[in-house]
T-cell receptor, first 113, second 112 residues
Framework: DTEVTQTPKHLVMGMTNKKSLKCEQHMGHRAMYWYKQKAKKPPELMFVYSYEKLSINESVPSRFSPECPNSSLLNLHLHALQPEDSALYLC????????????FGPGTRLLVL | SQQGEEDPQALSIQEGENATMNCSYKTSINNLQWYRQNSGRGLVHLILIRSNEREKHSGRLRVTLDTSKKSSSLLITASRAADTASYFCATLNQTGANNLFFGTGTRLTVIP
């Protein structure tokens, strides 16, 4: 199984809502990532988890809160988002070793109204 | 905090022609990877070339790396309409952290 799954595929939320994005992989990868991608732009790294511990936080606002409950799951909790947070949110996973290929999920397209 | 710049930004070719995309980066790297993204979808890894390699092939793909010029190129031979997608180079810094920096991307359109 070389698939990374993400739910939901689409999400529309108001600025006062709380929602969560979910990501799952069963490849035994111990590194998982969240990226944000705006239209016609490259993905930008948000968070990296290594062995279920947060290892990189690229200065992401606190309205984004990641969680890694176990080695297969990665969540991104959203609260009090702004319209400019509307984007495609991509999850990826890889082996922990440096420079390993990352496997991406299909993404969650988020619209904040 | 993008590290790579790609050119051209957009490329339109006829089916059967070759497509070449270039990537330049700024700092020393461990390896350089190329990814493909169909519109609004996730990224798919195409090929990885390590800093001590100069050229690598995978099917219709040929990647070169020139670390002295901090540049790489991706050649797709005998293009097909299904190759229409955005192509990104990505580099891993020599910091030990497993974070990729993606280039600005090339949007390739292959006309049937």
């Amino acid at each position: 199984d070389t698939e990374v799954t993400q739910t939901p595929k689409h999400l529309v939320m108001g600025m006062t809502n709380k929602k969560s994005l979910k990501c799952e992989q069963h490849m035994g990868h111990r590194a998982m990532y969240w990226y944000k991608q705006k239209a016609k732009k490259p993905p930008e790294l948000m968070f990296v988890y290594s062995y279920e511990k947060l290892s990189i936080n690229e200065s992401v606002p606190s309205r984004f809160s990641p969680e890694c409950p176990n080695s297969s799951l990665l969540n991104l909790h959203l609260h009090a988002l702004q319209p400019e947070d509307s984007a495609l949110y991509l999850c990826a996973s890889s082996q922990v070793f440096e420079g390993e290929t990352q496997y991406f999920g299909p993404g969650t397209r988020l619209l904040v109204l | 905090s993008q590290q790579g710049e790609e050119d051209p930004q957009a490329l339109s070719i006829q089916e059967g022609e070759n497509a070449t995309m270039n990537c330049s980066y700024k700092t020393s790297i461990n390896n350089l990877q190329w990814y493909r993204q169909n519109s609004g979808r996730g990224l798919v890894h195409l090929i990885l070339i390590r800093s001590n390699e100069r050229e690598k092939h995978s099917g219709r793909l040929r990647v070169t790396l020139d670390t002295s010029k901090k540049s790489s190129s991706l050649l797709i031979t005998a293009s097909r309409a299904a190759d229409t997608a955005s192509y990104f180079c990505a580099t891993l810094n020599q910091t030990g952290a497993n974070n990729l920096f993606f280039g600005t991307g090339t949007r390739l359109t292959v006309i049937p």
